[in-house]
């Protein structure tokens, strides 16, 4: 009866926790911003305004499901100072870099390296009095799980619906770019270090905090991701750096369960450093290989780049995909979207297409048009522009 009840009160819990509010206002914002940006460079709006909030959900209770069993069979605590603290990073860290900064190697390695740097050289602060770093021992192993858990949704579920932009290169020329961002809100069951819980065997929980009562609690964590992709497509970039992540944070779970076990004083704190560290360092190989290799959504010699394909559109349905090179339309070469216009305007019933596709072969495209088609197939291009010309949509 006592856990049927602790379960109720966590759930409640998380309802009352500024996360989960923060969570939804910032990402609705986000789809705001979103749009702004694409009618700014194709005068028009390429994915509906929740298209994140869409994905905030679903797949993050799924996660935070399978981490909660993970969680309670090992019976990780987590203080409440830490929580407090934890929110707050995350708020600030998403109002100053978005996406970019909700790994938890900074939502919560950042925090645990504060609070377990105050506690190693015993510099006092009243709100952390109450605290023993015995309790930082759970967090530890928590922040390794949260970033197994973010490689993965990057590899799931972080090629969805990926966002057009235009850019300006370094020789001054219009330049593409695909932008992917994803926020999973993760409601994971931890155990606060009092409460009228008692311990139901005598190995649990695995990460003792040395309290004799724990109560449930279901914390909201907010993870997310910002890359801009420039020099390849989108797949090979998303699912590199998803691997890496996942590879780092087992790495991070590793290191966190070893020094629970011989190094219980500085356990927090060699796996809040060694996070923080190898992210920033993933962080850093990506930009490096975005700044020297060569722009792939660029204007050719021959033929037109697809950019982005809008959804539902009759591009969509004959299969054109973003990085092809359409060559030819109604047998007629193209290299421009006007040429295109022209091509399409020859026959109002039906669409033909030669198009490059990503190996470099030739492949044909082709559907029947109705009417009003011809004038937009729902192609987003990256043809020869001047500076301050916005791109169209074909």
Sequence with gaps: MEWTIEVAKGIGRVLLHPIFYFSITW???????????????FHMRVHPIFLELRHLFPVGILVGILLSIVTILLGLTFPLQLLLIVAVTTIVLTIIGNARLLSAAFTIGIPLLLVSSLSLFSIEWDFLDSL???????????????????GILMIKNGLKDVSPKLRTSRRG????????????????????PSGVLTLPFDWW??????????????????VGFQQQIQTELPGAAV?????????????VLIVGIVGVFLLPAYAAIITSVFALIGRVWLVYRHRI????????????????MVLDVLPNSPAEKMGLKTGEVIQTCNKVNVNSQEEMYQALSKNRAYCKLEVFDHNNEIRIVQGALYEGDHHELGILFIENQKIGQPNQVG
Excluded at 244 to 250: D, F, H, Q, R, Y
Excluded at 289 to 304: D, H, K, L
């Design 173 to 192: 020329l219009i330049v593409g770019a695909l932008q992917t961002k994803r926020f999973w809100l993760l409601p994971t069951f931890l155990f606060l």
């Design 239 to 251: 699912k590199r750096m998803g691997k890496n992540v996942l590879s780092l944070g087992l790495l």
């Design 27 to 41: 990402v609705v914002l986000a789809g705001f911003w979103r749009i702004k940006r694409e009618r700014r460079d």
């Design 132 to 150: 023993d770093s015995n309790y930082l021992l759970g967090a530890s192993v928590m922040l390794g799980l949260l970033m197994v858990a973010e």
């Design 289 to 304: 290989r975005e700044n020297n290799n060569p722009y792939y959504y660029a204007p050719r010699n021959s033929g037109v």
């Design 205 to 222: 929980p695995v990460i003792s905090s040395g309290s004799e009562g724990y109560s449930l609690v279901l914390l909201p964590f907010l």
